[in-house]
């Protein structure tokens, strides 16, 4: 069955750490994939998207991720994080062969100030 | 432009009784998905519908869940004969659907807690 796996529940680090949370996907296809955040009291927003092209993706607040087919993984970075990217941090994954998304269990990320 | 709404943003309800939630989608987008989100859970799909085509229910947790989608706009998700594991909050999201663009934009969610 295709499935989403986010290693890290939740992570604790301190202000200017550097990030990286761990997305890998079971799918062979071509698929699109997604990170969302969730602000406490917020909605799910997009923090960025893989359709094609470059791997390396660059989404909003300093965020990047990088597709690397051979891995099936979507690995979630940025180099110095802020108290205000306290979060959940939710991977997605769209196979071609389905219009759903398939979501990740989701990474609680607390940033000490 | 406007977001993706949903009402009540909260509902406590007792054991047994009927809730309807409301989703009000984006404007023009043809996609809508209902999801449910336990604590400490992931995403948990429910249902999808896409424009005129008969929606996906496949992720219905019973027959007690039910959902419509009127006029290819608002929808209602049903749950009747409410149970304590019904408690979670209940998500909505529309998506375009054009250009090849499945990005879902999701509504601020309904808490329900059943007592």
């Known amino acids: 069955a295709q499935s989403v796996s986010q290693h890290n529940h939740h992570v604790i680090l301190s202000e200017a750490a550097s990030l990286e949370l761990g997305c890998n996907y079971s799918?062979?296809?071509?698929?699109?994939l997604f990170w969302y955040v969730q602000y406490p009291g917020q909605h799910l927003q997009l923090l960025l998207k893989?359709?094609?092209?470059d791997p390396l993706v660059k989404g909003i607040k300093g965020f990047e991720a990088e597709f690397i087919k051979s891995k099936f993984s979507f690995n979630l970075r940025k180099p110095s994080v802020q108290w205000s990217d306290t979060a959940e941090y939710f991977c997605?994954?769209?196979?071609?062969?389905?219009?759903?998304?398939?979501w990740g269990a989701g990474t609680k990320l607390i940033i000490k100030p | 432009g406007a977001g993706v709404s949903q009402s009540p943003s909260n509902k406590v309800t007792e054991k047994g009784k009927d809730v309807e939630l409301r989703c009000d989608p984006i404007?023009?987008?043809?996609?809508l998905y209902w999801y449910r989100q336990s604590l400490g859970q992931g995403l948990e799909f429910l249902i999808y519908?896409?424009?005129?085509?008969?929606?996906?229910k496949s992720g219905l947790p019973s027959d007690r869940f039910s959902a419509e989608r009127t006029g290819g706009s608002v929808s209602t998700l049903t749950i009747q004969r409410t149970q304590q594991e019904d408690s979670a909050v209940y998500l909505c999201?529309?998506?375009?659907?054009?250009?090849?663009?499945?990005?879902?934009?999701f509504g601020p969610g309904t808490r329900l807690t059943v007592t």
């Open positions: 404007s023009g987008h043809t996609a």
């Open positions: 519908f896409q424009g005129n085509s008969a929606p996906d």
């Open positions: 999201a529309s998506s375009p659907r054009q250009g090849g663009s499945y990005e879902q934009y």
């Open positions: 997605a994954v769209k196979p071609d062969s389905n219009y759903q998304l398939i």
């Open positions: 893989y359709f094609s092209g």
């Open positions: 799918y062979g296809g071509t698929v699109n």
